[in-house]
């Protein structure tokens, strides 16, 4: 049961820095399978039931532009931050950029309350 | 590659209709380049044990299809394809039917006011609908609330999954024996209908009299019929001429509408005349010879909308259009821009 709870509380907040860190690795242009590659090369593993679901809805909301095209002889959806996305992506930058440092401010405060 | 086909297939079953291709285009992708990335590493194909280990590790289709539903707070994204393709099931294909060609009939039958016993049977089927609706849903919410512990979601084979049919054509060339034997039938058909239509017959000192409106119909009912010839002659003669085969095919089936549309407003088609029999078991006949007329034309009606559906798809349809997996390339090759 604290493993289910565990579990539900690590999803929720990886979540929402998912979205920022797909917007902000879309910087670049990528395709799915590219992405998801770039992303865990970089520490953060998504996979691919969560990522593509994720693209779709971040696409319907008018953060991401796609487009399908032909390389190495296969179709391939290439994604991209578009101009909305980039000022969205800018503003949760900020947003995660204060949430982090309350954080540590918190937990510090926390560590040293007990040290 | 057959089991990868296998996979997407049943995947694809579960999505949303509009964005089904969509998806599959690019799960399709995805999985191939890490099938190619693992090939390269290996320098071989892979075995079916490492590609079962690939598809395992995607996930249950269900559950893969789940994530791209909306999410719905009673029922959640792992068992709502499976829900609205049960609610779906039930309500339209057995609730409908069984309204519409058992429960409305015998009320109407029974009652001495179509109108009233029809509002009944309304209400009968709409209470119905919802207690079936209420059921299902509460039996999902239930499930979904256990299916997280499911072993069936985690400890699947995709060495079971269900072949891939082969892709339903709309445009196939229809087969010569198909053509000939069409046009054979329509003949057949016809000669008996001119030889042996009569407005009334006796049958063991039985009279049926047929309602004057069949008479009146005579032609453009042998025009119909004779229809079959023309549509076997185009399939003979140029079998890929598919569009002008659905058009005369679409023509004498929305004549067939009209005629039966006719037929069914004029609401009794048979008399019986039986002066051995006591009156009222004459009526009696009567009345359940003329329910088995209006059902037979219901059935027919059915029918032929059905067909006439399949062929405004044929006619509105692009030429080349399938459905399904199958293609040229297994199946791997979408192109969602066509």
Request: with cysteine; glycine share 6%.
């Amino acid at each position: 049961m604290n493993e289910d709870l565990f579990e539900n509380l690590r999803l929720e907040l990886r979540r929402g820095c998912l979205t920022v860190a797909v917007l902000g690795q879309l910087r670049e242009e990528h395709y799915g399978y590219t992405l998801r590659k770039a992303m865990s090369d970089r520490g953060l593993s998504i996979d691919e039931g969560t990522l593509y679901p994720l693209l779709r809805r971040l696409e319907s909301q008018g953060l991401l532009v796609s487009e399908w095209r032909e390389e190495d002889k296969r179709n391939k959806r290439f994604y991209r931050l578009s101009t909305y996305g980039a000022e969205i992506l800018q503003r949760l930058i900020q947003e995660w950029q204060g949430l982090n440092l309350s954080l540590d401010r918190i937990l510090q405060a926390q560590l040293a309350e007990r040290g | 590659m057959e089991m990868l086909d296998r996979y997407l297939h049943s995947v694809e079953f579960w999505l949303p209709k509009a964005q089904r291709k969509d998806i599959i285009a690019e799960l399709s992708e995805d999985l191939r380049s890490e099938i190619d990335e693992n090939e390269a590493k290996l320098g071989r194909k892979l075995n079916e044990d490492e590609l079962v280990a690939i598809l395992r590790k995607r996930g249950n289709p269900v559950l893969v299809a789940s994530r791209y539903s909306p999410s719905r707070p009673l029922i959640g994204p792992a068992l709502a394809p499976l829900y609205w393709f049960v609610m779906k099931l039930v309500l339209l294909w057995v609730l409908v039917p069984t309204y519409v060609l058992v429960v409305a009939p015998i009320l109407v039958l029974k009652s001495s006011h179509p109108v009233i016993a029809l509002i009944d049977a309304l209400w009968t089927f709409l209470t119905s609908a919802a207690i079936s609706a209420g059921i299902i849903t509460l039996v999902f919410a239930v499930l979904d609330r256990r299916s997280v512990q499911d072993p069936r979601f985690t400890q699947w084979d995709p060495r079971r999954l269900p072949r891939v049919r082969a892709a339903k054509r709309y445009d196939q060339p229809t087969p010569r024996y198909v053509a000939i034997s069409e046009m054979v039938m329509a003949l057949i058909v016809s000669l008996l209908f001119v030889m042996l239509f009569q407005t009334s017959f006796e049958l063991n000192g039985v009279r049926f009299s047929l309602a004057p409106i069949f008479r009146m119909l005579y032609w453009p009912t042998l025009l119909v019929m004779i229809s079959g010839i023309p549509v076997g002659a185009v399939s003979l003669l140029r079998p890929s001429a598919v569009r002008l085969r659905s058009a005369i095919r679409l023509a004498a089936n929305l004549t067939t509408l009209a005629l039966v549309g006719i037929l069914l407003s004029w609401g009794s088609w048979v008399e019986i005349a039986a002066p051995m029999f006591r009156a009222a078991d004459v009526a009696e006949a009567e009345k359940w010879t003329n329910f088995g007329v209006w059902l037979t034309l219901l059935v027919i009606a059915i029918v032929v909308t059905c067909e006439s559906i399949a062929d405004i798809r044929r006619l509105i349809g692009p030429v080349g259009q399938s459905s399904g997996l199958s293609g040229p390339a297994g199946g791997l090759s979408y192109d969602p821009r066509k």
